[in-house]
């Protein structure tokens, strides 16, 4: 279980996954989680580096009224300048601890690589307040059916006072 008293949110997470140190910027904090076992399935080691860790940001609005379509054009407009980006699915009817959200999973190829690496994106995000609420996982497609579940589990047990 983690728990931040601090920000007001509370989540059970996989017990082979690490939290990792939570950062804090001007307007948001940031909580990583490494995946050590995923490690071990995607033998690459900048892969690795780059697609075993998921994360869940708090961000404060210094401004009350956005909207999760506002949210979404403002956190998402540069994704559909990303290689063969294809929006697997956007649902405007999620929750997220209770709250209205939207779930965007979406595909992508990442050309950082020399062998391009087909990417999907699983994103959830709802506002309270001046506060948006963010969990995102970045994976290899073909280990997604084994991820995206695990992230919605966090998701479904998320919790915000």
């Known amino acids: 279980m983690f728990e931040d008293k601090i920000l007001g949110i509370k989540f059970e997470y996989p017990d082979s996954w690490n939290p990792l140190t939570a950062s804090q910027e001007v307007n948001y904090n940031l909580i990583k989680f490494s995946h050590p076992a995923y490690a071990k399935e995607f033998p690459y080691s900048l892969l690795e580096q780059r697609y075993t860790s998921s994360q869940i940001k708090i ?3 210094f401004r009350a009224n956005v909207t999760l379509d506002q949210y979404l054009k403002s956190a998402f407009s540069k994704a559909i300048f990303i ?12 929750t997220l601890g209770g709250i209205p959200a939207y779930r965007l999973i979406y595909n992508y190829v990442d ?3 020399v062998d391009d690496v087909k990417v999907t994106s699983f994103n959830i995000f709802a506002i309270k307040g ?15 059916s084994q991820y995206v579940p695990r992230m919605q589990k966090i998701v479904d047990s998320f919790t915000v006072s």
């Open 111 to 113: 050309k950082t690589y």
């Open 130 to 144: 001046f506060t948006a609420y963010i969990f995102s996982i970045n994976v290899p497609t073909a280990l997604a």
């Open 59 to 61: 961000e404060n609005f």
């Open 83 to 94: 290689p063969n980006f294809t929006i697997v699915e956007l649902n405007k009817n999620a």
